[in-house]
Antibody
Framework: EVQLVESGGGLVQPGGSLRLSCAASEFTFSNFAMSWVRQAPGKGLEWVSTVTDNGGSTYYADSLKGRFTISRDNSKNTVYLQMNSLRDEDTAVYYC?????????????WGQGTVVTVSS | EIVMTQSPATLSVSPGERATLSCRAS??????LAWYQQKPGQVPRLLIY???ARATGFPARFSGSGSGTEFTLTISSLQSEDFVVYYC?????????FGQGTKVEI
């Protein structure tokens, strides 16, 4: 069974930074694109970013305006999300998700999420 | 950016009835459309992909249809565990986008 375990969330002041990690197991990590999706309290799902299987391409939500950076280390089966210049509106549960199939595009497996709270 | 619009925001139906949820894309997404189910306090689960393929673990009462800009999720006979929130998601273009969700309530 696919395992995705996020970590790195917490309380941070506005303007601060956090680095989220997602450790993957029980599948061939290097074969799949990986994504981050977030959900603000009581709100819907918002796609944040995707990195392709080899890390060669990355994609971001327009609203992030260059503040977030996704990366992966296939030798460690881990995907990261570096979040800078955090704002109150970045408060959310951040989910790591795996593509449903190779090049599939939809999100077939999700982690349990890590909570990010931006507040002074 | 492709805007995904779900309707209605809340759908009130009775157990055993049929539920029809709609999702409209602001541009053509072909059949690159997924539906997710999210129960309270739980992680979203992939329900439908490729507009009509049912994901593992979901019963046949769930079906998806549509292509281009108009999509439908149908639950043929609602069971108690189906009264939750459903999201559509386009993966045709970057940036990926979700609809705002439809809550199915009793």
């Amino acid at each position: 069974e696919v395992q995705l375990v996020e970590s790195g969330g917490g309380l941070v002041q506005p303007g601060g930074s956090l680095r989220l990690s997602c450790a993957a197991s029980e599948f061939t990590f290097s074969n799949f694109a990986m994504s981050w999706v977030r959900q603000a309290p009581g709100k819907g799902l918002e796609w944040v970013s995707t990195v392709t299987d080899n890390g060669g391409s990355t994609y971001y939500a327009d609203s992030l305006k260059g503040r977030f950076t996704i990366s992966r280390d296939n030798s460690k089966n881990t995907v990261y999300l570096q979040m800078n210049s955090l704002r109150d509106e970045d408060t959310a549960v951040y989910y790591c998700a795996k593509d449903h199939g190779r090049g599939g595009g939809c999100l077939g497996d999700w982690g349990q999420g890590t909570v990010v709270t931006v507040s002074s | 950016e492709i805007v995904m619009t779900q309707s209605p925001a809340t759908l009130s139906v009775s157990p055993g009835e049929r539920a029809t949820l709609s999702c409209r894309a602001s541009q053509n997404v072909n059949r690159n459309l997924a539906w997710y189910q999210q129960k309270p306090g739980q992680v979203p689960r992939l329900l439908i992909y490729g507009a009509s393929a049912r994901a593992t673990g979901f019963p046949a009462r769930f079906s998806g249809s549509g292509s281009g800009t108009e999509f439908t999720l149908t639950i043929s006979s609602l069971q108690s565990e189906d009264f939750v929130v459903y999201y559509c998601h386009q993966y045709e273009n970057w940036p990926r986008t979700f609809g705002q969700g439809t809550k199915v309530e009793i």
